[in-house]
Structures are given as C-alpha cells and as structure tokens.
T-cell receptor, first 114, second 114 residues
Framework: AQSVTQLDSHVSVSEGTPVLLRCNYS??????LFWYVQHPNKGLQLLLK??????LVKGINGFEAEFKKSETSFHLTKPSAHMSDAAEYFC????????????FGTGTRLTIIP | DGGITQSPKYLFRKEGQNVTLSCEQN?????MYWYRQDPGQGLRLIYY???????QKGDIAEGYSVSREKKESFPLTVTSAQKNPTAFYLC?????????????FGPGTRLTVT
C-alpha cells in the first residue's frame, strides 16, 4: 500500500521569503513522486516529478523538491515566494509497477502575504 | 493545442436526476481517469480506464458509471444513487508506458445538486 501525508494544511509566507511545503510518503516499493499545483476552480498542473533519477528535482516557476529515502520525504521549496504562487499544492505518490493509480495528499494551501 | 477539455464548467441539477459530465482529450493517451474533489480533501479516484471498452472502479465508484467507447472520450454519469453528488469533478489522462505516469488534468466541472 502507498500513502502520502502533507504535514501542513495551510502555510503563509511573505512575498520574497522562502517557501517550504512538507510531504512524507509511505510505499512498499520504489515510488514515483509528484507535486501538483491547483489555482482556485482550476485543474491540477504538474510542478515537478521524481522517478528514481536525480534526487533533487527542479520544476516549473522556480520550485524544486528533494527526495530523501531515509526520511521518506519529498518536501517542496522555492527560494523566494511570489504573489502568483498562492494556490493549493498536492503531493502525490505512484508505484512503478505499471500501476497508474495515484495517491493524493490532502493538500497544502499556500497564502502569500504582500 | 493538445489538452483535456471538460464541459460544462458549472452544472446544476435537481436531486434524483442523472447527469453526465463530458471529458475529451486529444493527447493520444491510452489511460483516462475521473476524480472527485471535496473541500479540505485530496482527490479521490472514481473510475479509470486503461484501454478502450475497458474500465475499473476506483475507490469511490458507488453511484457513478462510465463508458469508454472512444480513446479520446471518457464520460462520467452521476446517478441518483450517489448520496452526496455536489463536488468538483476532475478528469485526467496519462500514457501507459515508460518510467513515470504523471497525469494531465482538465479544468474540472463543478456540480451542484439541490
């Protein structure tokens, strides 16, 4: 079985300061991990993905995430927050067994303070 | 432009009526998915299909039905048996080969049943 836990339901940061959104996963096998972003009343957009290559993954809009197997974590970071980053972020895990089913975290709402 | 379209964006129905949500993709993806999103929760899988004329139940299939007669289309019917149908519904698609299975999402349909 696989699961994912997003440790914060809501994060607020000031514009220009760093962003950290935390995610821990549980998987019996080597997983693929994703971060998606959702703006209000919109679909989900892929930010970045980890698929057992480099453990530091760079995504769109300046986001990156580091896969740490020993800590079973896949935290999302950005050095400097922008107002347009305000959205809901989902950490997602998938098994690499030809199984396309994804397991979603419950989401972290990111608020940017001007 | 390649992508996934869902229509309509907003849908209103009376309790006891069946309603069908449309999902079309021109990405030439084999697999398609339907998710339900409720406030404060992650996405929950309703049904998925990996090939034409075949589909499987997800985690919350009760009260829903689907068909997959064409590769590009995967309509979802919310039946009167669904006890709490008001939600945001998201359709997605993905490839079914390679090293990762990221899914591409449509813009969603917000269904309100009164």
């Amino acid at each position: 079985a696989q699961s994912v836990t997003q440790l914060d339901s809501h994060v607020s940061v000031s514009e220009g300061t760093p962003v950290l959104l935390r995610c821990n996963y549980s998987s019996s096998y080597s997983p693929s991990l994703f971060w998606y972003v959702q703006h209000p009343n919109k679909g989900l957009q892929l930010l970045l993905k980890y698929t057992s290559a480099a453990t530091l993954v760079k995504g769109i809009n300046g986001f990156e995430a580091e896969f740490k197997k020993s800590e079973t974590s896949f935290h999302l970071t950005k050095p400097s927050a922008h107002m347009s980053d305000a959205a809901e972020y989902f950490c997602v895990v998938s098994l690499n067994f030809g199984n396309e089913k994804l397991t979603f975290g419950t989401g972290t709402r990111l608020t940017i303070i001007p | 432009d390649g992508g996934i379209t869902q229509s309509p964006k907003y849908l209103f129905r009376k309790e006891g009526q069946n309603v069908t949500l449309s999902c079309e993709q021109n990405l030439n993806h084999d697999a398609m998915y339907w998710y339900r999103q409720d406030p404060g929760q992650g996405l929950r899988l309703i049904y998925y299909s990996q090939i034409v004329n075949d589909f499987q139940k997800g985690d919350i299939a009760e009260g829903y039905s689907v068909s997959r007669e064409k590769k590009e289309s995967f309509p979802l019917t919310v039946t009167s048996a669904q006890k709490n149908p008001t939600a945001f519904y998201l359709c997605a698609s993905s490839i079914t080969s390679g090293s990762s299975y990221e899914q591409y999402f449509g813009p969603g349909t917000r269904l309100t049943v009164t």
